[in-house]
């Protein structure tokens, strides 16, 4: 039987001495000290303000945290924004030359937030956890169901053999069969897929541990590059989840017997009947609420729909900005401010409150633009067919993704842009990218207008079509969802709200419409009447059901909120 006594950790500076056992561990020097070691420690002015434990509640990571490079063997000194991640000089020189606004580990250290940092993988943690305990749950039910739904299978045989003689016999012992081999099948799928998933939970309950028990007590470097090392751990797991939702095993199934229609007719004409059905596995889209972004949130995510009778917007007021040069796009930033670019021109950074603080420096004639992160923006450039990347702390363009064709509206979704491109008197096209410019899918989509106005979110891409008076929803597939064209007469800006429903500006009739989330319903929440003139441009406020509405000259924009009752 394994002994359950804690293992003794000898006295690091005492290393000569094997027997003298530690009574502290020092998290800096990461090393265990006797007593008399410890006296030394704490008075030498280098090591005052080490992190030192009682040896007994002293518990080893079995994942140590790195302070070196995997690949190149260096310290970990450098850190590239571009790609948020620690480097040694050998990766900065050899995979990072092209990054702009590398910076010092130490510096970036000494700025970043641990506990705001430990609690954002807490809660990525906490919501990968949750998902997967709902799934466990359904698989669980399943399995307790694949029974039932076998017997009543055989009931459905049974009946069916009442009319039939000796022929049925054979067959039923055949189709009986076949339900139990699907059955036992789909459960053991199901059982697998259920171990598979606690070992996930194994590995997040451990990572959770760390992040609880090592962290608050490890220098700072070592709590950052820590959590640095769990968060990427952590976004294998998610991508796990990710993956999950085109994983047969993840699907909600359904074991059935479709009948033979022939039944009937060829009762007279048994010898020639080899069937009396097919058992089958009817699989469906699990509805479970994957709230797991490991790195970025939506602008406003998606949760229960409501019922889009019960939503109400109101304008509150509006301000003058006075651009008078027309509006391309806005986007609501997370830090409360907002921007606002000129139609092929200026990108305007406007104050909370409506004023404007300035115009960005950045070249080139400005379309459409999206927020990536907490202080990078990426903005369209239609006639250089470009993307630019740019910081808002340092007010540098970062990085240029060069396109083959011109390019529009944009959106942003967990490190990915949804671009809108198009090309004179042809369909156009939504390309979604990485941050490096690598193409992840191409969707071919209607549109007798260019793409100025779309939103990316939850692999679905959502955009409007002045022209053609509608607005389409499309899947990461590339397969039209669904297609609104009632009592639409120039459809332009759009966003989603807190339960994935879209808020349509129709630029025509100066109304702005609520379609559900499933494109079946619509509502007019304002109009012209309410004191809307010419509107062009919308968005919410970062998490918040209020937001601003643009006009197309540029001249007000209008607080509203939304509320749902």
């Not at 056992?21 to 030498?44: M, P, R, T, V």
């Not at 466990?136 to 049974?158: A, F």
């Not at 640095?228 to 359904?254: G, M, P, S, T």
């Amino acid at each position: 039987m394994a002994s359950s006594k804690p293992i003794a950790i000898p006295c690091g500076p005492c290393g000569e001495d094997p027997e003298q056992k530690a009574d502290i561990w020092c998290y800096n020097c990461d090393e265990g000290l006797c007593s008399a070691c410890f006296c030394h420690h704490k008075k030498s002015r280098a090591s005052l303000d080490h992190k030192t434990i009682d040896i007994k509640s002293y518990k080893p990571f079995s994942g140590a945290i790195k302070t070196e490079c995997d690949k190149h063997g260096q310290q970990l000194n450098l850190y590239c924004p571009s790609h948020l991640m620690p480097c040694c000089d050998d990766c900065i020189s050899k995979k990072h030359s092209k990054c702009t606004g590398i910076k010092s580990l130490v510096s970036v250290v000494e700025k970043t937030k641990i506990e705001q940092s430990k609690q954002s993988v807490q809660n990525q943690i906490d919501s990968i956890k949750h998902f997967l305990d709902k799934l466990i749950y359904k698989k669980s039910k399943k399995i307790k169901r694949c029974d039932q739904e076998k017997v009543n299978i055989k009931e459905v045989i049974l009946k069916i053999r009442k009319d039939i003689n000796k022929h049925l016999t054979h067959l039923e012992k055949k189709l009986c069969n076949e339900a139990d081999t699907i059955s036992n099948q789909e459960k053991s799928k199901a059982k697998d897929l259920i171990t598979e998933i606690e070992g996930k939970q194994k590995t997040l309950q451990e990572m959770q541990d760390h992040l609880q028990t090592v962290i608050p007590n490890t220098s700072k470097l070592q709590s950052f590059l820590g959590i640095h090392q769990i968060e990427q751990q952590v976004h294998q797991c998610q991508q796990y989840v990710e993956d999950l939702k085109n994983d047969d095993r993840a699907k909600k199934l359904d074991i059935k017997i479709t009948q033979n229609k022939e039944i009937e007719k060829i009762l007279s004409k048994l010898g020639s009947l080899e069937s009396l059905g097919e058992v089958i596995v009817d699989k469906t889209e699990v509805s479970l609420n994957r709230e797991t972004s490991a790195r970025r949130k939506a602008q406003v995510e998606s949760r229960e729909q409501s019922n889009i009778n019960n939503i109400k917007m109101k304008i509150e007021k509006k301000i003058g900005i006075n651009i008078n040069n027309g509006i391309s796009d806005t986007i609501c930033l997370m830090n409360g401010s907002f921007i606002v670019v000129e139609w092929s021109g200026k990108v305007n950074l406007f104050s909370s409150n409506g004023k404007v603080q300035k115009q960005l420096p950045i070249p080139g004639k400005a379309y459409g633009v999206t927020q990536i992160n907490q202080n990078t923006i990426a903005i369209t450039y239609p006639t250089e067919k470009a993307i630019k990347i740019f910081n808002m702390d340092n007010e540098k363009v970062t990085k240029v993704i060069p396109l083959d064709k011109q390019c529009r509206g944009l959106s942003s979704s967990n490190n990915y842009l949804a671009v809108g491109l198009d090309v004179c008197n042809v369909d156009g096209e939504i390309r979604i990218i990485d941050l490096e410019g690598n193409t992840l899918k191409s969707i071919q989509v209607k549109s007798k207008s260019h793409l100025k106005n779309l939103v990316y979110c939850n692999d679905r891409v959502i955009y409007s079509d002045y022209n053609g008076k509608a607005v389409y929803c499309y899947d990461g597939s590339g397969k039209q969802i669904w297609q609104y064209t009632q009592d639409l007469s120039g459809p332009e800006g759009l966003c989603t709200d807190s339960y994935g429903n879209i808020i349509v500006v129709d630029n025509f009739s100066e109304r702005i419409t609520v379609i559900s989330k499933d494109g079946q319903k619509s509502k007019v929440l304002i109009s012209e009447e309410d004191g809307l003139h010419n509107p062009r441009c919308i968005c919410f406020k970062h998490n918040e059901s209020s937001g601003f509405i643009y006009d197309e000259d540029g001249t007000y924009l209008a607080t509203f909120n939304l509320s749902a009752e």
